[in-house]
């Protein structure tokens, strides 16, 4: 069954990346949720997409920058103004709210423009402190990042984020010892055969930003394993209109 996966929450009706969107997912029925993670400037892993919180908030500044305690004065709801209490949770934060639901948690190591040394040690830390480890997928386009998270816990699933058409992306993926793939969903149109072709090698297939129906239903068709959406309560209305369960 393919499940459903809120990304950044249920981010198509409440801000980004807080725990209100985090909270609206698990009211939607998702089955998982998707999330960045940064450090502060304090080494403080904390929830965030953008290097820097200009778009999102109503301050400006780089993560890299700012304290924990400095980023938390701001509110982040400038896509959303109706939720005016709405702030950047820390990894840990987040984890609270979601470990009594059973939710999973895709976990985006957003270390492409910052290398932020350490931070797999700190994120595997976290959820081995939290009992979430059997949990969390952690994900990046960094792919060292993964192989960095492999070399520390081996029982750690981690997926290979990419938004290119790459040739025989599965053949990548099982070199580098990788468990998925996380495309961009464009990526099944120029390999439709990619998830039967990783799921001979035990690899899954997560593909992400899928928001409008004809391309969740392209995926479905595809046998995703994984679909991250802005809007869960869509996606899981369609797989229980294929006959799916939801």
Known sequence: ????????????????????????????????VELD????????????????????????????????????????????????????????EVYELLK?????????????????????????????????????????????SMMRVKELNAQATCGLLYACVMVRPWEYAAALGADALHPLYTELLFNPDECAQAHAKGIQVNVWTVNDERNMRMCLEAGADMLITNFPDRALDL????GGQG
């Open 37 to 92: 993670v940064q450090l502060t400037r304090d080494k403080e892993l904390i929830v965030i997409h953008d290097e820097r919180i200009d778009r999102v908030s109503d301050g400006i500044g780089a993560v890299t920058d700012l304290t924990l305690a400095e980023i938390k004065r701001h509110v982040f709801n400038r896509t959303h103004p109706q939720y005016e209490g709405a702030r950047a949770p820390t990894l840990r």
């Open 1 to 32: 069954m393919m499940t459903i996966c809120a990304h950044r929450g249920a981010s198509g009706y409440a801000p980004e990346n807080t725990l209100e969107a985090f909270e609206l997912a698990v009211q939607q029925g998702a089955h998982g």
């Open 100 to 144: 009594p639901t059973g939710l999973y948690v895709n976990v985006e190591l957003k270390n492409s423009a910052n290398p932020y040394p350490g931070m797999e040690e700190k994120c595997l830390e976290l959820a081995a402190q939290m009992g979430m480890e059997d949990r969390v997928v952690y994900s990046s386009f960094q792919h060292n």
């Open 239 to 242: 797989i229980k209109m294929a």
